[in-house]
């Protein structure tokens, strides 16, 4: 039996007001993300990581929170009955090929890069709709949609978890809850450290990503690489990964 789909989409989210929590919120992106919605007028940011020490942004309600424990998804969606945005930030990469890489830390990489991410959705959804319905932001990457040589565990990773964001929007349409894709090329970051290509300023893909939820985007294509990289999945794939063997990347 074929599950209807809504022929509506969910509205978006005022950034001000809302209750955010952002996963892996002590550095990187995920820090600059909490800062953004407290900048914005947000009423409360859950700033979640492994290790909450590690939070030192002022404003914030750290909680602890691995993505890849069971248990403590539930204790941190128990103590955030509140949220009406979750920002599924937290990743991984090992700089892993598919070949010839350890297994084990391939399987790390789709652990938390998808597995973590439906844990937190999945715990999160009812708080969400109990809440009006809300909105989930979840950060991908350009490489949802390119391979990249020594990177490849992370593509399938990203891969998996776009596929994931376009079924979960599908599902929790119907409870009213916006889910964003955010995508976005290499930042300045030290999640990036060791790319030795060019970065982005990461303030802009965080900005890009909020005022996607707040437009109600499904989508969001924060820079030229992603924009690019997208455009080329209905062309011949020779094109792209000649340029990505030639390091125009």
Known sequence: MTTPITNHSPVGLRIEGAVALVTGANRGLGRRFA?????????????????????????VTSLRLDVTDEEEVRSAAAAAG???LLVNNAGVTHFTDLVTADLAAVRAEMETNFWGTLSVVRA?????????GGA?????????????????????GKAAQWALTNGVRLE?????????????????????????????DPDVPVRAGLDGIEAG???????DWSAHVKKSLAADPTHLYDAIRAGVI
Do not use: C
């Open 35 to 59: 800062q953004h919605l407290l900048d914005r007028g947000a009423a409360r940011v859950y700033a979640t990581a492994r290790r909450p020490e590690t939070v030192d942004l002022a404003g």
């Open 82 to 84: 509140d949220v009406t």
């Open 124 to 132: 999160f959804a009812p708080v969400l709709a109990s809440n009006g």
């Open 136 to 156: 989930i932001l979840n950060v991908l990457s350009a490489q949802s949609w390119h391979a990249a040589p020594g990177n490849n565990g992370y593509h399938v």
């Open 172 to 200: 929790l349409a119907e409870q009213g809850t916006l889910v964003t894709g955010l995508h976005l090329g290499a930042v300045d970051t030290d999640f990036s450290a060791s790319y030795s290509g060019p970065k982005g």
């Open 217 to 223: 985007t499904a989508e969001v294509l924060s820079d």
